[in-house]
């Protein structure tokens, strides 16, 4: 039988590069979740995109575990590095 799922978190992390410190440990703490767990988990699946932002949805389900699927890194990241900006433009 399947586990019921609880909520859905998104978010994005760096890849390689996730801490307990916010957003991770909050998202995760007010479900109860591992927070340590989690962050080595993430860190080893991504060690090798390491710099790179990835949207990431983590499954939480009733008995406190979890499951997560990373996303491939947004475009808007690609062009950043590509004309070496750490941010887009002010106006739309």
């Given at each position: 039988?399947?586990?019921?799922?609880?909520?859905?978190?998104?978010?994005?992390?760096?890849?390689?590069e996730a801490t307990p410190?916010?957003?991770?440990?909050?998202?995760?703490?007010?479900?109860?979740?591992?927070i340590m767990e989690f962050?080595?988990?993430?860190?080893?699946?991504?060690?090798?995109?390491?710099?790179n932002i990835l949207p990431?949805?983590?499954?939480?389900?009733?008995?406190?575990?979890?499951?997560?699927?990373?996303?491939?890194?947004?475009?808007?990241?690609?062009?950043?590095?590509?004309?070496?900006?750490?941010?887009?433009?002010?106006?739309?």
């Amino acid at each position: 039988m399947a586990k019921k799922i609880k909520t859905l978190i998104k978010l994005n992390i760096k890849a390689g590069e996730a801490t307990p410190a916010p957003p991770v440990g909050p998202a995760l703490g007010q479900h109860g979740l591992p927070i340590m767990e989690f962050v080595k988990e993430f860190n080893a699946r991504t060690i090798k995109m390491k710099g790179n932002i990835l949207p990431v949805v983590i499954t939480v389900y009733v008995d406190r575990t979890f499951s997560f699927i990373t996303k491939k890194p947004p475009v808007a990241e690609f062009i950043k590095k590509a004309i070496s900006k750490e941010k887009g433009s002010q106006k739309p």
